[in-house]
């Protein structure tokens, strides 16, 4: 079991930086893929980032360059680096977790690969 608790959203103007932390409890924690999803208001939640075990990293197009997925073992979180924010990606972020293959397939994306949910943290661009 892994329970996971985000934090650090808060509102911003385009072209902001903003990180968001996700702390993990539990003894499973580094063998998790960790992954960070993000939903807009009317819209379905969506991929952004994950990180897998062996600390290799996968992104979606719409974030590529501009956010930067990393774990610290040590405390136990993972953290999602947001540079060069847009309005569009005012969402609710979350913080989600999952093991074994999926994390290396391109399943990875998928809501329904993660056993493991956050709460969400609020991100609000403004341009």
């Known amino acids: 079991q892994v329970q996971l608790v985000e934090s650090g959203g808060g509102s911003l103007q385009a072209g902001g930086s903003l990180r968001l932390s996700c702390a993990a409890s539990?003894?499973?924690?580094?063998?998790?893929?960790m992954a960070w999803f993000r939903q807009a208001p009317g819209k379905e939640r969506e991929a952004v980032a994950r990180?897998?075990?062996?600390?290799?990293?996968g992104y979606m197009d719409s974030v590529k360059g501009r956010f930067t997925i990393s774990q610290d073992n040590a405390k136990n979180t993972t953290y999602l680096q947001m540079n060069t924010v847009k309005p569009e990606d005012t969402a609710k972020y979350y913080c989600?977790?999952?093991?074994?293959?999926?994390?290396?397939?391109?399943?990875?994306?998928?809501?329904?690969?993660?056993?493991?949910w956050g709460q969400g943290t609020q991100v609000t661009v403004s341009s």
């Open positions: 989600a977790a999952t093991y074994g293959y999926r994390c290396y397939s391109v399943s990875w994306s998928s809501l329904g690969s993660y056993d493991y």
């Open positions: 539990g003894d499973s924690y580094r063998r998790a893929c």
């Open positions: 990180i897998a075990p062996d600390g290799s990293t």
